[in-house]
């Protein structure tokens, strides 16, 4: 299976920061890499497809980048809407894995 | 308009079969290229994807489930099905369905989750 390591786990930050999030797959998944949003008591909603790509209704200031094997999801200018858990999924191959999670709060 | 909505037993017994039902609009599963898979999500933990069917009837398990999963679809009443056997207090878990667009879209609507508990 392909292991995908999230980190950090938890990410303490002030509004208006930038943070970056981080997925490092253990075998190639080439863009085939999904960043989610999940609110408390909701459903993860899709932020980031194809490594690079903000989904429909995302705000600009998030954003997908890749470098090798790592993958990263950046929010510039951070909301007090955008405090949640971001997960990374990788469906490049079955089965389709998971990061562990970050959870994103106030500082 | 795509909307999915689980539902299930709420809770069930240790060795018994868990049946859970997605039930969609806005997209058919007899379409080229769609699909729909389940996830699932152990309180206050992580997310854990399990099976996936296509509208070509092909279908994807994850390993680590042993066997336990059966993944079918109802096309004429836009329904699709995630039987596990042999349940423990493992599997208790929010259970989410999410549609699937080849190429496209994993997972780009998902269903709000049943929570299932496995408890004597």
């Known amino acids: 299976d392909i292991q995908m390591t999230q980190s950090p786990s938890s990410l303490p930050a002030s509004l208006g920061d930038r943070v970056t999030i981080t997925c490092r797959a253990s075998?190639?998944?080439?863009?085939?890499l999904r960043w989610f949003q999940q609110k408390p008591g909701k459903s993860p909603r899709l932020m980031i497809y194809?490594?690079?790509n903000l989904a429909a209704g995302v705000p600009s200031r998030f954003s997908g980048s890749r470098s090798g094997s790592d993958y990263s999801l950046t929010i510039n200018s951070l909301e007090s809407e955008d405090m949640a858990i971001y997960y990374c999924?990788?469906?490049?191959?079955?089965?389709?894995?998971f990061g562990s999670g970050t959870k994103l709060e106030i500082k | 308009q795509v909307t999915l909505k689980e539902s299930g037993p709420g809770i069930l017994q240790p060795s018994q079969t868990l049946s859970l039902t997605c039930t969609f609009s806005g997209f058919s599963l007899s379409t080229y290229g769609m699909g729909v898979g389940w996830i699932r999500q152990p309180s206050g933990k992580g997310l854990e994807w399990l099976a996936n069917i296509w509208w070509d009837d092909d279908k994807y398990y994850n390993p680590s489930l042993k066997n336990r999963l059966t993944i079918s679809k109802d096309t004429s009443n836009n329904q699709a099905f995630l039987k596990i056997t042999n349940v423990d207090t493992a599997d208790t878990a929010t259970y989410y369905c999410?549609?699937?667009?080849?190429?496209?879209?994993?997972?780009?609507?998902w269903g709000q989750g049943v929570m299932v508990t496995v408890s004597s």
């Open positions: 999924l990788q469906h490049n191959e079955y089965p389709f894995t």
């Open positions: 075998q190639d998944i080439g863009n085939y």
């Open positions: 194809g490594a690079t």
């Open positions: 999410a549609r699937i667009t080849m190429g496209i879209g994993y997972f780009d609507y």
